[in-house]
C-alpha cells in the first residue's frame, strides 16, 4: 500500500489479549512510529490466561495475572482506547465502538478472541465453576476454602469448528487446563486431607483424553493420571450441572461435590455479523493469517478459524506473521516467519512439579514429547513473570529454540535405536 506524505497509516488492533499485545509489540520493533496502532479492548487489563489456575487452586492473586493495556500502549507510544465492539464495516474499513466512536484503518488485526459462553451449560450458574477468565478463577478458589470433599468431575464442552478452510478437527478447544486442574486439585486435595474422599472424574466428549498429541504423549499422560489416581470418561459430553451431580446427553449421571468445566467456545456475534466468519462465526484465514476476503484484514488467536486447539502459543506465532506481513506491506525491512504448529502445553502439579506436553502429531510431525520435573515448572513461572514485568513481550526466543532442538534430538536418537 502506497503512502502520503501527510498520511500515517493506521493499523487498528481489536483485542488486548496475547495475540493482540504481541503484534502490537511486533509493529512497535518494525515500525516504530511510521504508522499510527490502536488498540481496542472492552477491558483495562490485559489477561495471562495459562496463570488462572495458579489463581484457582493457589490462591494466587488475581492481580498477578492482569496488566494495565493502558500503561502497555503507552510503553509503545501507540493508542490504546477501552471500548467494546459495536460493528465492523469490512467494505468502508470503518470499526463502530460501542462508546459511540469510529474508526477508520488501512489495515485491521482481529484478535478479540472468543466468548466463554458459560449459559450453554444449565445449571453453570448456580453449581458449576471454571478457570477461564478472572471472575471465575478467584470464584473457585473460594469454594474450595469451604470444600469439605466428595467427588470432583471436570471437562470441557465440545468445539465447533468451521468448514471452509482446512484445520485440525477436534472434540474440545483445549484440554490442557483440564489437565492442570486435576494435578493441582489432587496436590490441594492431599494437603487438606480430603484426596481419600474425593475422587476426581476426567470427562471428555472425545474418544480419548487429549487427542490432539500422539501415542508417546498418551503413553506418559495414562501413567500420570494412574500415579494420581484420576479417572477419565470417554465419550462424554456434559448436559447440564446439578448441585450433587452432573447429566451427561446420552442420560447417564455422575455424582458431583464440585464442577469444573472448560465452556462453550463461541464465536463474537459481530465478526458474524460484518460477514467475516465461517459458518460457526470463526475467521478463515490463510496461513499468513490475512482474511480470505479482505486482503486488508488479518486475524490472530482464538478467534480465528485456523487456531485449533485454542492456544497461546499458537496465538502468539499467529500474531507475529500477522504483524510481519502489515509491516512488509507498509515497507517495513522484515521476515515472515513460516506458520509452523506446535502443541506446547505446561500443567502445573504441584511447587516445583510441572509436565510440559510439546507435541506436532495434530500437525502431522513427528514430535510427540513430555518432560516432567522442576525445569517445566520454572520455564512457566518465568514466562509469567518475564511477560507480566514486561508488560507483554514474549521472552527471547532461544529457549523455544533449544527446547525444539532438544525434542527434535531426542526424537532422532529413540529412531536409530
Not at 502520503?4 to 496475547?18: A, D, K, M
Not at 495471562?48 to 489456575?53: D, H, M, S, Y
Not at 492482569?66 to 503507552?74: G, T, V
Request: glycine share 8%; with cysteine.
Amino acid at each position: 500500500m502506497k503512502t502520503t506524505r501527510n498520511h500515517r497509516p493506521r493499523v487498528l488492533i481489536l483485542g488486548g489479549g496475547f495475540a493482540g499485545i504481541t503484534a502490537m509489540q511486533n509493529l512497535k520493533k518494525s515500525m516504530g512510529d511510521k504508522i499510527d496502532v490502536v488498540i481496542c479492548d472492552n477491558r483495562e487489563t490485559s489477561l495471562n490466561k495459562p496463570r488462572l489456575p495458579e489463581v484457582a487452586m493457589d490462591g494466587e492473586p488475581v492481580k498477578h495475572v492482569r496488566f494495565s493495556l493502558q500503561a502497555a500502549a503507552d510503553a509503545s507510544g501507540y493508542t490504546f482506547l477501552r471500548a467494546g465492539i459495536e460493528k465492523i464495516e469490512p467494505k468502508g474499513r470503518r470499526v463502530y465502538l460501542d462508546n459511540g466512536k469510529r474508526l477508520s484503518y488501512d489495515y485491521l488485526l482481529i484478535a478479540v478472541g472468543v466468548n466463554k459462553n458459560y449459559a450453554a451449560t444449565p445449571g453453570f450458574g448456580e453449581y458449576g465453576y471454571s478457570v477461564c477468565d478472572d471472575i471465575h478463577a478467584p470464584r473457585l478458589w473460594e469454594r474450595l476454602q469451604h470444600f469439605e470433599g466428595g467427588p470432583i468431575v471436570t471437562g470441557a464442552v465440545p468445539y465447533k469448528a468451521g468448514t471452509r478452510i482446512k484445520a485440525p478437527k477436534l472434540m474440545t478447544p483445549c484440554e490442557g487446563p483440564v489437565g492442570e486442574i486435576i494435578f493441582m486439585l489432587d496436590y490441594y486435595l492431599k494437603n487438606k486431607g480430603l484426596r481419600q474422599k474425593s475422587p476426581i472424574t476426567v470427562f471428555t466428549p472425545a474418544d480419548i483424553f487429549f487427542e490432539d498429541v500422539g501415542a508417546n504423549v498418551h503413553k506418559d499422560a495414562e501413567a500420570l493420571l494412574k500415579q494420581h489416581d484420576i479417572r477419565v470418561v470417554t465419550n462424554k459430553t456434559i448436559s447440564c450441572i446439578k448441585r450433587d451431580h452432573v447429566v451427561f446427553k446420552d442420560g447417564s449421571t455422575m455424582e458431583s461435590a464440585l464442577t469444573i468445566i472448560i465452556p462453550e467456545y463461541k464465536a463474537h456475534s459481530f465478526i458474524q455479523n460484518a460477514g467475516l466468519g465461517d459458518d460457526e462465526g470463526f475467521i478463515p484465514t490463510d496461513k499468513q493469517m490475512r482474511h480470505l476476503d479482505y486482503p486488508e484484514i488479518f486475524a490472530a488467536g482464538d478467534a480465528t478459524a485456523l487456531s485449533v486447539p485454542k492456544l497461546g502459543h499458537l496465538a502468539v506465532m499467529q500474531a507475529e506473521i500477522a504483524a510481519s506481513m502489515i509491516a512488509g506491506e507498509l515497507g517495513g525491512n522484515v521476515k515472515i516467519p513460516e506458520y509452523k504448529p506446535a502443541i506446547l502445553c505446561i500443567m502445573n502439579r504441584g511447587p516445583l512439579e510441572a509436565t510440559m506436553i510439546y507435541s506436532t502429531y495434530l500437525f502431522g510431525g513427528k514430535i510427540d514429547k513430555t518432560l516432567d520435573g522442576p525445569i517445566p515448572f520454572l520455564m512457566k513461572w518465568s514466562f509469567d513473570f518475564y511477560y507480566n514485568y514486561t508488560l507483554g513481550h514474549m521472552p527471547p526466543k532461544m529457549g523455544e529454540k533449544l527446547l525444539e532442538k532438544h525434542f527434535e534430538t531426542s526424537k532422532q536418537v529413540e529412531d536409530s535405536i
